[in-house]
């Protein structure tokens, strides 16, 4: 059955059939579809538009079409042209001429427009989910991880000491935003699009505020044109998808660091892991590396539906067709990496004596004996120049700053004293910094408190 064959005398080409069908993957708002349809035959019968008979016997005919589909007992077929189609197929044959009666007032154009943002709200809602269960991970190992020292870096050098928890914070903030993006897309996309038409409304007299209401919007869009055209929030969508692949791409880059023999800061789960199929010492840190991997095909996602729209007039285009394969599969690719990437850093295991020693061993305590030097009346410039002696004394002799005697010490300048090795052990250089924001344990207990009436939220 198509919606448009009254106006063709010639059945059209299979080749251009299957070229215009959106049914392969449209079918997946299926629910979304009878949602919307029952919602606008509630309407339609409120407007006396149609008879209470009528819109009873649809509702009926379109909630055992849903609970056949979700049990298996209909399945949706090539034969139709979308899903709408195919809905609307099923139930003039069960319920005959009332079936018929379905799409009065309404075009595929705001049917397509209003489907594409209920899927897309409740889609949010899931990747938000599965981003808290993520942060509430994120939040248990910084709490067990308050005193594992490591080094930071800038540049890939080590820096200066920094803790676990402080690092992993750093992760934590970048997918606190990511929820808050989402949520800022899911509010300016809550306007229901439905009685928008083709693009120029309908003469019936449709309540449009009614049936928003019952859909769960915030009110009616504004303007038809727009209404059926807009892919903005796909578009911001797309956006916030990339940028959560990223935060995870980065965040899996440093695990495949972090698991390389140089560095062996963790071990990954054997069931986060492959092996090699000719070199049995290999764990490879494949869950990382496809995650990495997969945040291009979502970055083409955006590329792609950012072509799509850059040159259409309005209103409705059938390119517009095309938003819907670009979405579904970064949404599909999202929600996998995100739940997998949970899994992955959740038994995952860390080295903290490779991670303190690694820290230890690269000078991070650098700055500190500079202080140090500064709190003893020495010029920061010279402070600065005499721990530069210092670095390159120790490697020369191929030992960390805290391996030096005070002996040493004293002959590169007088000013040091045993209270240096105080002042440049690894707890001190973390534990002065408590600043909020900064890794000393007081500081990362404010932090810890306020993440946790975050997640409580």
């Not at 215009?20 to 997946?28: G, L, P």
């Not at 800038?154 to 990511?178: C, S």
């Not at 530069?388 to 002959?411: H, N, P, R, T």
């Amino acid at each position: 059955m198509k919606l448009w064959g009254g106006r063709f005398t010639k059945e059209t080409n299979q080749l251009v059939h299957n070229f215009n069908a959106s049914i392969s993957f449209d079918q997946k708002f299926f629910q979304q579809d009878i949602e919307g349809s029952i919602a606008h035959v509630t309407m339609l019968a409120k407007q006396e538009i149609i008879s209470e008979d009528d819109k009873i016997q649809i509702i009926n005919g379109l909630t055992g079409i849903l609970d056949d589909i979700k049990n298996g007992d209909l399945e949706i077929d090539a034969e139709h042209e979308d899903i709408h189609s195919f809905v609307e197929a099923h139930l003039i044959d069960r319920i005959g001429d009332a079936g018929k009666k379905l799409h009065t007032g309404r075009s595929r154009n705001d049917q397509v427009a209003l489907d594409m943002k209920l899927y897309t709200r409740d889609e949010i809602a899931e990747i938000d989910e599965l981003l808290k269960t993520l942060l509430q991970a994120l939040q248990d190992i910084m709490k067990a991880n308050t005193s594992t020292f490591m080094p930071g870096f800038t540049h890939l050098q080590k820096a200066q000491p920094v803790t676990l928890a402080h690092h992993i914070g750093a992760y934590f903030e970048m997918f606190k935003r990511d929820r808050s993006r989402l949520s800022d897309i899911s509010k300016r996309l809550n306007l229901s699009p439905l009685g928008s038409g083709a693009l120029a409304g309908t003469t019936y007299p449709l309540d449009r505020s009614y049936t928003a209401q019952l859909l769960g919007f915030d009110g009616p869009t504004l303007n038809s044109m727009d209404s059926v055209s807009d892919r903005d929030y796909l578009i911001e969508l797309l956006s916030a998808l990339s940028t959560i692949m990223m935060h995870l791409s980065r965040f899996s880059e440093e695990i495949i660091i972090w698991n390389s023999n140089e560095y062996r800061f963790v071990e990954l789960d054997d069931a986060y892991s492959t092996g090699s199929s000719i070199m049995p010492q290999k764990k490879n840190p494949d869950i990382a590396e496809l995650v990495r991997g997969k945040t291009g095909r979502v970055y083409g996602a955006l590329m792609s539906l950012l072509t799509v729209m850059k040159g259409l007039p309005l209103a409705y285009n059938k390119d517009m067709q095309e938003d819907k394969e670009f979405t579904f599969d970064a949404i599909d690719t999202v929600k996998g990496c995100v739940a997998l990437f949970t899994g992955m850093v959740t038994t995952m295991k860390f080295q903290k004596e490779n991670m303190a020693g690694s820290a230890k061993n690269g000078f991070t305590n650098a700055t500190d004996a500079a202080d140090y030097l500064v709190n003893k009346g020495v010029p920061f410039r010279d402070a600065h120049g005499i721990v530069g002696q210092l670095v390159l004394y120790c490697i020369d002799k191929d030992i960390a700053l805290d391996d030096m005697s005070l002996e040493e010490f004293k002959s590169i300048s007088p000013v040091f004293e045993q209270d240096i090795y105080d002042a440049i052990s690894l707890t001190t250089c973390v534990n002065k910094r408590n600043t909020i924001g900064a890794p000393g344990v007081e500081a990362m207990a404010q932090v810890l408190k306020l993440n946790d009436e975050y997640l409580n939220s």
